[in-house]
């Protein structure tokens, strides 16, 4: 499965964007599509996951409320739209993708987009 993600930006706090991952190849081996983030000198942390059959959601707690992930399976797309950012929000966004059952480990996951960076000014 090789994934490509993009939508990031520069934005001031409060505004909003919407990030995507298209996926190719073997998307029937998928279970969790998912967003991580990475900001300097931190670990990569789980944003939200979202089952690529069925319906279940899962956020953070930091962005609970706030971020929204959904999923097109007909584009094999998935998005994650971010409302109220703030600077605590700026980090690498990877999209990724997991056959296994711990959708919240990053460790657990097979495959990884390259990254868009998000930047929120105050």
């Known amino acids: 499965v090789q994934l490509q993600a993009s939508g990031g930006g520069l934005v001031q706090a409060g505004a909003s964007l919407r990030l995507s991952c298209t996926a190719s190849?073997?998307?029937?081996?998928?279970?969790?599509f998912s967003w991580f983030r990475q900001a300097p000198g931190m670990e990569r942390a789980f944003v939200a996951a979202v089952r690529w059959r069925g319906s279940p959601t899962y956020y953070a707690n930091s962005v609970r409320g706030r971020f929204t992930i959904s999923r097109d399976n007909a584009k094999d797309t998935v998005y994650l739209r971010m409302n109220n950012l703030q600077p605590e929000d700026t980090a690498t966004y990877y999209c990724?993708?997991?056959?296994?059952?711990?959708?919240?480990?990053?460790?657990?996951?097979?495959?990884w987009g390259q990254g868009t960076q998000v930047t929120v000014s105050s």
């Open positions: 990724a993708a997991s056959s296994k059952s711990d959708q919240y480990s990053w460790y657990e996951y097979d495959y």
């Open positions: 190849g073997r998307t029937s081996s998928v279970n969790y």
